[in-house]
């Protein structure tokens, strides 16, 4: 799947499973898995209504799974490998 197809999946209004794997302190507002609404999608990022904008990664770095209906952003973080799990984004 082209990342093209995979943003057209993420529509405003749109409620996912936001897991965030490089954030690693529990006080953060981001940390671990939460439930956030798409509030708008561009060719630059990803906007949620809360906890605000995610940039795309690169076409190499973002993998979608049909079958679980997760899509993963990998090597987001600062200093991760690209390799490295960002965020899993479950629909």
């Known amino acids: 799947m082209t990342a093209a ?3 057209a999946l993420l529509a405003p209004g749109v409620v996912v499973r936001v ?3 490089f ?3 529990a006080d953060h507002p981001c940390f671990g898995t939460q439930d ?3 509030a708008r999608v561009t060719s630059g990022g990803l906007w949620f209504t809360v906890s605000g904008r995610v940039a795309w990664p690169k076409a190499a ?3 979608y799974d049909a079958h679980a209906r997760t899509i993963t952003f990998y090597g987001g973080g600062i200093g991760q490998a690209p390799t490295d ?3 899993t984004i479950a629909l």
Do not use: E, K, P
């Open 19 to 21: 897991t965030n794997h």
């Open 85 to 87: 799990r960002f965020l």
């Open 36 to 38: 956030r609404t798409v």
């Open 23 to 25: 954030i690693t302190r």
């Open 5 to 7: 197809a995979i943003r």
């Open 61 to 63: 770095q973002l993998a």
